[in-house]
């Protein structure tokens, strides 16, 4: 495979394309429900039709309005049909002939889509996430060519730098330091771990880049292998994500044929090869260190850091470890330049990142979105606000993250920016509460996520975390005095100083943001102090309400 | 190998290249508590009692694992610490049934050392009392599940040691629990070689000899660093 025949496998792709696509979701959400068989529908309908010369039917990846799912897209006529019933389906293709369709149709000039910005999720719900020509014919592969060819790896490492990417994780480490570590780290063996062990509650992006775009992250991976000289990758997803898992291994198989991956990729002197890893399902394997040990075969345990993977990691060789979404933006950085990039966003948060909106709200979906962009333009205008009265708070960044109170929605969406108010980017989670709801017990159901997930290892997170929801608890039942809630405010306190890593380390973060914005809700349960009321102290409670 | 000087608790020290801030702080007389270090055997930093304070990191660094650099300025001691390490020690009081006085390790026991030290008299949070239960399959030894503090020190012992691996940890979070062979009883483990190093590196009453009183019980835990320095160091003597 050279240049030439990579242009080829594009050119033939796109002569043979119909004039009209119709695209129908085949991702996980509207499969659940039953866009296979609209898809089935869409299909028979068009032979039926007689028009199988002029439209083509695609099942394509995730284009993001999942909460209106299925969803039908006509293009070029960029019509947009939601919650798209199997019946629905042959009035659809009826349009084409001038007919109307039962389905209700999109607003596709509505904020939830005009307001994004697609570079992760360009081609997602666009493309057939199952065929490497489809990808190859939208410039896929081109970007891995130019690092290869038009590069040194010192050159890539440095556009990253200059682009200003961060770990979208959600740490927000930079990316372009992280991959200069693992380059300049001496040693012949080294590894590229994509980390898709997404795993927190309400949030599913790096799912959906998986699910529609497999092609996008494997190219990433193979930029950043040949630039911090690695010929061995490793993706961790987990179980939970069997379709993602199909596709991956779909997209390995064929990009391998192609020779993108493998030996001697287009012809160079770079070998890299892509295995897939299976993680049994924990919250903890997500963590970096614990993710590596889960890939050698032992327990997912997390270890302290330093040494950072970069320095030692699988199986003590340097490894660059990055999320999906991470790697899903490092084509379109080399493709684009890093100028271009860094135009885009804050000046400390370039780019671009994708939320999974849910909760409480009119439009739920992902979106793509410029960092910098309010929460409250994020909420109020792209996801239409609360069905039924205001926002209260909105919840970002899973459990390690923490809930930003209303009066605050004019916040810009940035690392530093959420940092500063209690709460954290994280993977992408937004999940949206209405006036309904208790924050108390939102932070005590984070409180037993993360109770439920701590691996045992280090003291204060698999203890402090079990007091910690007990505490809680016994709050909700109106059993708990003012000295209780110092007491959760030290423990709070003890198990993010103490605790071994991120896990236990963001445990209390629920808590403490719920506690900042809304003590009032903590006061207004608590109990006079026993001596006053004759009641017994929250100590003899039972045990088995821990 | 170079020599790095340092200061602990404001005394100046010095101390080879790649030493711990532990080993540093042991030489140097400067008490840090611990319950998972155990000398001649990989740490793990779990156990978090060894936390200390490094001017210019704002996280807590684990002694045990932290290698000395030129120049550091550690705290060992802060109220803060002090204040972290009770609350740990409350904690593991109230995860398990630590009942000292019905049980064999009383005196001997290095919870009950700690808790002294952290000057822990008693617990804030609510007793579990979990029901682990305690399995007495093998023919010389016990171990009773309720006394345990998931310090994995048997664990790496028999591993790195002995090289049987007989034990390690199942489950997670709060429902861990140290397992033997594939989760048979303890007597069943074809692995086991009944040499007794799990029963020397436990630090509480958890891992006992069978029929042994508190009055006997004593620990030899100078016999496997003895074991190490034989093997590594070809030390033959004691």
Redesign the interface.
């Known amino acids: 495979m050279d240049l030439a025949d990579l242009l080829e496998i594009a050119e033939t792709q796109r002569t043979k394309q119909k004039p009209t696509r119709v695209h129908c979701c085949t991702s996980t959400g509207c499969r659940a429900a039953r866009s296979l068989e609209v898809l089935h529908n869409l299909k028979s309908a068009t032979e039926a039709a007689g028009l199988q010369d002029q439209v083509e039917v695609v099942g394509v990846g995730c284009s993001g309005f999942c909460g209106r799912g299925p969803l039908v897209e006509i293009d070029p006529k960029n019509v947009l049909y939601e919650e798209v019933k199997p019946e629905d389906a042959a009035s659809i293709i009826d349009t084409l002939k001038g007919g109307t369709a039962t389905a209700t149709q999109g607003d596709l000039n509505h904020p939830f889509f005009s307001r994004q910005l697609k570079i992760v999720r360009q081609h997602s719900g666009k493309l057939d996430p199952e065929s490497i020509e489809e990808y190859i014919a939208v410039g896929g592969y081109r970007s891995l060519y130019k690092a290869l060819y038009e590069m040194s790896p010192a050159e890539v490492v440095e556009e990253i730098t200059k682009s200003g990417l961060r770990g979208r994780g959600g740490g927000g480490y930079p990316t372009g330091l992280k991959w200069a570590t693992v380059a300049k780290m001496p040693g012949d063996q080294k590894y590229v771990i994509c980390n898709g062990d997404e795993g927190d509650p309400g949030a599913f992006m790096d799912r959906s880049v998986l699910e529609s775009d497999p092609h996008l992250v494997l190219e990433g991976m193979a930029i950043a292998g040949y630039a911090v000289g690695a010929n061995h990758g490793f993706i961790y997803v987990r179980a939970e994500y069997p379709l993602a898992i199909q596709r991956l291994q779909k997209a390995i198989q064929q990009a391998k044929k192609y020779g993108l991956l493998g030996s001697q990729i287009f012809d160079s002197h770079f070998d890299f090869k892509v295995d897939i890893r299976i993680g049994a399902g ?1 919250f ?1 394997c997500g963590e970096e260190t614990a993710l590596i040990q889960s890939i050698e075969g032992g ?1 997912g345990n997390p ?2 850091r330093p040494p950072y993977p970069a320095q030692s990691g699988l199986w003590e060789c340097p490894t660059l470890i990055n999320n999906v979404e991470s790697f899903a933006n490092i084509t379109a950085i080399i493709r684009e330049g890093s100028e271009w990039y860094a135009s885009i966003g804050t000046e400390k948060s370039k780019g671009t990142k994708i939320f999974a909106l849910t909760g409480k709200i009119r439009n739920n979906g992902l979106i793509e979105v410029p960092m910098g962009i309010t929460l409250r333009e994020i909420v109020e205008e792209m996801g239409g606000g609360v069905p039924d009265g205001e926002v209260k708070a909105v919840q970002t960044g899973g459990p390690s993250g923490g809930c930003i109170p209303a009066s605050l929605l004019d916040t810009p969406v940035d690392y530093d920016s959420l940092m500063a108010i209690g709460s954290m980017m994280g993977s992408g989670g937004m999940v949206v509460m209405d006036q309904t709801t208790n924050m108390v017990e939102v932070a005590q159901f984070y409180m037993e996520f993360c ?10 997170c ?6 910690l929801y ?1 505490m809680l608890t016994r709050l909700l039942k109106k059993q708990a005095t003012q000295a209780d809630l110092e ?1 959760l405010k ?2 709070c306190y ?1 198990v993010k ?4 890593c991120g896990l236990g380390m963001s445990a209390p973060n629920p808590v403490l943001s719920t506690l900042r914005y809304f003590t009032e809700e903590y006061e207004a349960l608590l109990q006079p102090p026993a001596y006053l009321n004759g009641k017994v102290t ?2 003899s ?1 039972e ?1 088995s309400e ?1 | 190998m170079s020599v790095k000087t340092l200061k602990i608790d404001n005394k100046d020290i010095a101390i080879e290249e790649g030493a711990t801030i532990l080993q540093a702080a042991q030489e140097n007389g400067i008490p840090i508590p611990t319950l998972c270090h155990l000398e001649g055997v990989t740490d ?5 009692l060894c ?1 200390v304070e490094i001017k210019g990191t704002n ?2 660094l ?1 002694a045990c ?2 290698e000395v650099a030129e120049g550091m300025e550690i705290q060992t001691n802060t109220e803060k610490l002090q ?2 390490r009770k ?2 020690v409350e ?2 009081f ?2 398990g049934n630590h009942i000292c006085a019905v049980c064999v390790a009383n005196g001997n026991c290095e919870l009950q050392d700690v808790a002294i030290q952290v000057g822990m008299d008693h617990t ?6 979990p029901d682990r239960g305690v399995d007495m399959s093998h023919e010389l030894f016990g171990i009773d599940h309720n006394r345990c ?2 310090c994995t020190r048997c664990v790496r012992v028999c591993d790195e040691i002995e090289g049987a691996h007989v034990w ?2 199942a ?6 629990y140290i397992v033997s062979g594939l989760n048979q009883p303890w007597g069943e483990v074809d692995a086991c070689t009944s040499c007794g190093k799990c029963v020397d590196a436990c630090p509480t009453g958890s891992i006992f000899r069978k029929g042994e009183t508190t009055a006997e019980k004593e620990r030899d835990r100078a016999k496997l660093e003895f074991l190490v320095n034989a093997r590594e160091k070809h030390q033959w003597t004691r």
Do not use: H, W
């Open positions: 924990a903890v327990r270890r302290t109770r439920g997930e701590s691996c045992g290892k280090c003291i204060p698999r203890a402090g975390t079990v007091q007990g007491k030290d423990l003890m100083e103490t605790s071994l929250a100590g409670v045990n821990l | 793990v930093g779990a156990c978090r936390l996280r807590l684990p694992v932290t204040e972290y609350m740990t904690l593991l109230s995860e804030r949070f609510t007793y579990r009392f503090i998931l390690d940890v489950m997670r979070g709060a429902a861990c």
